[in-house]
Nanobody
Framework: QVQLVESGGGLVQAGGSLRLSCAAS????????MGWFRQAPGKEREFVAA????????YYADSVKGRFTISRDNAKNTLYLQMNSLKPEDTAIYYC???????????????????WGQGTQVTVSS
Protein backbone atom coordinates (compact mmCIF):
# COMPACT_ATOMS: atom_id res chain seq x y z
CA GLN A 1 0.00 0.00 0.00
CA VAL A 2 1.13 3.54 -0.77
CA GLN A 3 0.15 6.69 1.12
CA LEU A 4 0.59 9.99 -0.70
CA VAL A 5 0.80 13.55 0.62
CA GLU A 6 0.94 16.54 -1.72
CA SER A 7 2.41 19.94 -0.88
CA GLY A 8 3.59 23.12 -2.59
CA GLY A 9 0.32 24.59 -3.77
CA GLY A 10 -0.60 28.23 -3.31
CA LEU A 11 -1.62 31.49 -4.92
CA VAL A 12 0.46 32.80 -7.81
CA GLN A 13 0.04 35.41 -10.52
CA ALA A 14 -0.33 34.44 -14.14
CA GLY A 15 3.08 33.74 -15.66
CA GLY A 16 4.49 32.60 -12.34
CA SER A 17 5.78 29.23 -11.21
CA LEU A 18 5.10 26.66 -8.53
CA ARG A 19 6.67 23.33 -7.66
CA LEU A 20 4.44 20.62 -6.25
CA SER A 21 5.75 17.67 -4.30
CA CYS A 22 4.15 14.35 -3.47
CA ALA A 23 5.71 12.39 -0.63
CA ALA A 24 5.03 8.67 -0.60
CA SER A 25 5.23 6.26 2.27
CA UNK A 26 6.12 2.63 1.94
CA UNK A 27 9.01 0.86 0.32
CA UNK A 28 7.09 0.10 -2.86
CA UNK A 29 6.98 3.65 -4.27
CA UNK A 30 9.47 2.72 -6.93
CA UNK A 31 7.20 -0.07 -8.15
CA UNK A 32 4.43 2.29 -9.28
CA UNK A 33 3.95 4.57 -12.21
CA MET A 34 3.04 8.00 -10.86
CA GLY A 35 0.82 10.73 -12.18
CA TRP A 36 -0.57 14.18 -11.53
CA PHE A 37 -4.21 15.05 -12.07
CA ARG A 38 -6.17 18.20 -11.34
CA GLN A 39 -9.77 19.01 -10.62
CA ALA A 40 -11.42 22.40 -10.99
CA PRO A 41 -14.77 23.18 -9.32
CA GLY A 42 -17.63 21.50 -11.13
CA LYS A 43 -15.32 19.54 -13.43
CA GLU A 44 -14.04 15.98 -13.57
CA ARG A 45 -10.54 15.04 -12.47
CA GLU A 46 -8.26 15.76 -15.42
CA PHE A 47 -4.98 14.10 -16.37
CA VAL A 48 -1.90 16.34 -16.26
CA ALA A 49 1.23 14.19 -16.49
CA ALA A 50 2.60 10.72 -15.76
CA UNK A 51 6.00 9.08 -15.34
CA UNK A 52 6.92 5.42 -15.41
CA UNK A 53 8.27 3.53 -12.41
CA UNK A 54 11.70 3.24 -14.08
CA UNK A 55 11.69 6.94 -15.00
CA UNK A 56 12.10 5.85 -18.60
CA UNK A 57 9.05 7.55 -20.08
CA UNK A 58 6.97 10.65 -19.45
CA TYR A 59 3.59 11.67 -20.80
CA TYR A 60 1.86 15.08 -20.67
CA ALA A 61 -1.55 16.44 -21.41
CA ASP A 62 -1.45 18.79 -24.38
CA SER A 63 -2.66 21.64 -22.19
CA VAL A 64 0.51 21.61 -20.06
CA LYS A 65 3.12 20.37 -22.51
CA GLY A 66 6.10 22.72 -22.61
CA ARG A 67 5.10 24.42 -19.35
CA PHE A 68 5.01 21.62 -16.77
CA THR A 69 7.70 19.08 -15.92
CA ILE A 70 7.08 15.87 -13.99
CA SER A 71 9.92 14.10 -12.23
CA ARG A 72 10.50 11.61 -9.45
CA ASP A 73 13.22 10.65 -7.02
CA ASN A 74 12.71 7.01 -6.05
CA ALA A 75 15.44 7.22 -3.41
CA LYS A 76 13.46 9.97 -1.67
CA ASN A 77 10.04 8.45 -2.40
CA THR A 78 8.98 11.77 -3.89
CA LEU A 79 7.18 12.89 -7.03
CA TYR A 80 7.42 16.45 -8.35
CA LEU A 81 5.59 18.73 -10.72
CA GLN A 82 7.36 21.90 -11.81
CA MET A 83 4.78 24.31 -13.19
CA ASN A 84 5.95 27.34 -15.20
CA SER A 85 4.10 30.01 -17.18
CA LEU A 86 0.99 29.38 -15.14
CA LYS A 87 -2.38 30.48 -16.48
CA PRO A 88 -5.66 31.18 -14.69
CA GLU A 89 -7.10 28.06 -16.30
CA ASP A 90 -4.52 26.00 -14.38
CA THR A 91 -6.40 26.82 -11.18
CA ALA A 92 -7.50 23.55 -9.57
CA ILE A 93 -6.81 21.08 -6.80
CA TYR A 94 -3.82 19.01 -7.86
CA TYR A 95 -3.64 15.34 -6.91
CA CYS A 96 -0.85 12.82 -7.22
CA UNK A 97 -1.73 9.23 -7.88
CA UNK A 98 0.00 5.85 -7.94
CA UNK A 99 -0.68 3.41 -10.76
CA UNK A 100 0.32 -0.25 -10.60
CA UNK A 101 3.19 -0.82 -13.02
CA UNK A 102 1.25 -3.61 -14.74
CA UNK A 103 -1.12 -0.97 -16.09
CA UNK A 104 -0.55 1.28 -19.09
CA UNK A 105 1.10 4.41 -17.79
CA UNK A 106 -0.33 6.57 -20.58
CA UNK A 107 -3.85 6.09 -19.29
CA UNK A 108 -5.61 9.40 -18.68
CA UNK A 109 -8.41 7.77 -16.68
CA UNK A 110 -8.35 8.65 -12.99
CA UNK A 111 -10.34 5.51 -12.18
CA UNK A 112 -7.37 3.38 -13.28
CA UNK A 113 -5.18 4.76 -10.49
CA UNK A 114 -4.79 2.73 -7.32
CA UNK A 115 -3.91 5.36 -4.70
CA TRP A 116 -4.45 9.09 -4.31
CA GLY A 117 -3.25 11.90 -2.11
CA GLN A 118 -5.54 14.45 -0.51
CA GLY A 119 -4.70 17.19 -3.02
CA THR A 120 -3.15 20.66 -2.89
CA GLN A 121 -4.84 23.85 -4.10
CA VAL A 122 -3.25 25.87 -6.89
CA THR A 123 -4.78 29.26 -7.67
CA VAL A 124 -3.52 31.42 -10.53
CA SER A 125 -4.72 35.00 -10.58
CA SER A 126 -4.98 37.03 -13.76
Amino acid sequence: QVQLVESGGGLVQAGGSLRLSCAASGRTFGSYHMGWFRQAPGKEREFVAAITWLVSSIYYADSVKGRFTISRDNAKNTLYLQMNSLKPEDTAIYYCGALARTKRFTTTQAREYDYWGQGTQVTVSS
